[in-house]
């Protein structure tokens, strides 16, 4: 690919003066690319972060040379809300190692969208740890997958041992009013919970 | 996306050069979603070829931090040294993202969050 400035580079309207990010994330082939994809007003762009072994973000990169450093790769979409307001939508993968990324995802993010998938959702365990020890508030979203054992809700509920408040709902991650709906329910905990705190 | 027939590391090796090799950005406060804008005025004659890049692409409207490191694939390190650069430098402008003022401006915001989406559907 050419890297000069793509044709089809979209900015940002005129008036836009707040950016704010959400996370979707998950294990491999759950559904982030799909979802941000189904949502994005842009095409969805990549870009790729390096970090050594133990997780920390290498910007010596004079030290990317080296054989020990990895590449995680982030995709992410936009959705424009209103005259002044953006929404970016970060993919990234749930490896806990990778802790400078994570840093960088969840600073300032308002919570983060977990897609799981019903055939692997001990898979899902390792990046609900990671935004429950980063605090960063969650709801769960099953992409559906036609092939998938049907599981009822509570089960799943039960399996993934959710707190009795945090969604849990279904979604197909390709199709825009499915998404849009789950990251309404996802805004909707946020909204409530910090409404909660406000009142604690 | 790497193209067949470019080896593994080699945008890395130029990003290096692109940086001068320094390592960390000078402002600590850039985001993946800090919006960048062209300012009118510094020519950009001197910058380096990368620089120069940037802030072409930048010129026609505002864009993410992100954005910018996607379609110039480098990597968003990389991304936040020259952007921290070129704010020195007086080239570009930052919004900062989301006001980190606490539980009310929250309240606002994720309403307004909620709104938007809900007006999408
Ligand atoms: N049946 C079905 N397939 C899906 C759904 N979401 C994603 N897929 C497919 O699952 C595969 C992995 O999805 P992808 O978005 O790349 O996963 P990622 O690794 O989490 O980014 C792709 O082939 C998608 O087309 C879904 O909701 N239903
Ligand atoms: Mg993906």
Redesign the pocket.
């Known amino acids: 690919m050419d890297s000069a400035p793509d044709s089809d580079t979209v900015y940002l309207p005129e008036g836009v003066q707040t950016a704010v990010k959400l996370l979707v994330v998950?294990h491999?082939?759950?559904?982030?690319?799909?979802f941000v994809g189904a949502l994005s007003e842009i095409r969805p762009l990549r870009t790729e972060e390096v970090m050594t072994q133990a997780g920390a973000l290498v910007d010596d990169l004079a030290g990317t040379r080296d054989k020990t450093t990895t590449t995680v790769a982030l995709d992410f979409g936009r959705v424009t809300l209103n005259d002044t307001l953006v929404l970016y939508l970060f993919?990234a993968p749930g490896q806990r190692r990778f802790t400078g990324l994570w840093q960088d995802l969840t600073r300032g993010a308002l919570g983060a969208l977990v897609l799981a998938d019903t055939r692997r959702l001990d898979q899902s365990f390792e990046v609900m740890g990671v935004l429950e020890e980063l605090g960063l508030p969650y709801a769960v979203a099953l992409?559906?997958?036609?092939d998938g054992p049907g599981h009822g809700l509570d089960e799943v509920r039960e399996a993934l041992d959710l707190l009795p408040a945090t969604p849990l709902l279904r979604c197909?991650?390709?199709d825009r009013v499915s998404a849009t709906e789950t990251l309404i329910a996802l805004v909707a905990h946020l909204l409530a919970r910090t409404g909660e705190l406000e009142h604690a | 996306m790497t193209p067949p027939g470019r080896r593994p590391g080699e945008r890395l090796v130029r990003s290096y050069v692109v940086t001068g090799g320094r390592s960390h950005p000078s402002r600590n406060t850039l985001d993946l979603v800090t919006l960048l804008i062209a300012a009118l005025g510094p020519p950009l004659t001197g910058l380096s070829p990368e620089k120069r890049r940037l802030m072409e692409l930048c010129r026609p409207g505002a864009l993410s931090l992100a954005e910018v490191a996607g379609h110039l694939e480098l990597p968003v390190s990389v991304t936040k040294v020259l952007v921290a650069d070129l704010m020195d430098s007086g080239h570009l402008v930052t919004r900062t993202p989301i006001p980190s003022a606490g539980p009310p401006s929250d309240t606002r915001i994720l309403q307004e969050v909620l709104d938007g989406l809900r007006s999408r559907l």
Not at chain 1, 28 to 34: E, N, Q, S
Request: glycine share 18%; hydrophobic share 30%; aromatic share 12%.
């Open positions: 998950g491999f082939a759950v559904g982030k690319t799909t993919g992409n559906d997958f036609d197909d991650a390709r």
